[in-house]
């Protein structure tokens, strides 16, 4: 069974995610001879990401994706990953074409599990779970009284904890203990509570926050620092009397590794529509090796939470699973079935390959050039 056809969508949906800006997402679909579709997608600029796909292939270090892997066994994933890895290693090693490596990736485990007949945590490993203790996403409000209702909101929904950030945290000390103050206030003494740093303060500052989120019972405080200040992380990490995480916008083992290593985060957070599959197994087994524990990042769509849920579903050490609540019609429109949420946990999915599909018409409808 060959690899014959990648073909990649970009989709756009209407509305806004929570205060994020538009909807947009990337899918790869690869195809075989014998007429076998996976099905990726992938986190970053979604025309970039076709642009590293699409472009022919130059010479044997200078192409794109597709290029090299067409022809290729379809069930050889770590080949496809490593012929892809050496082609395109003067079209850019990092970054966008890594990410969009990892929709391929995804798609090529959700092809193994369909041959097989087997959901994908089934060929990964064995499953120590069938389901995961998760928290919702939320946007934070404008003002503390429409954070209060914001949390408040998540409370309601049902969810067994919740996570806030960005805009508008990091205005200041006041400012941020009102908004963890309001968040505490709505979500109630009895839930789960998660902060988001957005990446804007300095070690001395995520320090202090810390120290006040702390105070509030909040459950992790998540990337305060820059992505890479690896040595800010350490001293954090250090003084912190909270667990600190960090991760989302790494593409491969060697960025994350150096959060591992480097003794900067309690957890670290795997976003397998930027890594996927192959790479967060080899994350996984390095962060195990370092008493680390593994979530996912998940803001995308449920090809990203499905492949977060198998790998989940087989690590050692996890933490709770993230859910988006933030509106977006895309992830309620594309993919189906959706994912069962019973008393604060997620089930994994039990169907062959990742488990979800696109819908035809959805797909056609929200597609763009
Ligand atoms: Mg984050």
Redesign the pocket.
Known sequence: MKIKAVDTFILRGNGKQGAYGDLHAFLVRVATDDGLVGWGEADSHPHMLRAAVEAPMLNDVTSGLAAAIIGRPALDISGAWHAMERTTSYAARDGVTRIAMAAIDLALWDLRGKEAGKPVHALIGAARRKKLPYYMTYRLGETPEETEANARFVRDYGAPAGKF?WHPLGRGAREDEAIVEALRSGLGADRALLV?GCNVYDVESAIARAEMMARYDVYWF??PLRPYDIEGYRQLRRKARLPITAG?VASDVEELSRLIEGECVDIVQIDLARTGMTQALRVAELAEKHGVRCVN?TYTLDINLAASMHLMAVLPQIDLLECQLNANELRDKLLAPKFVLENGHALVPDLPGLGVEPDAEALDRFSID
């Open positions: 950030g988001d998540e990337e989302e990042h």
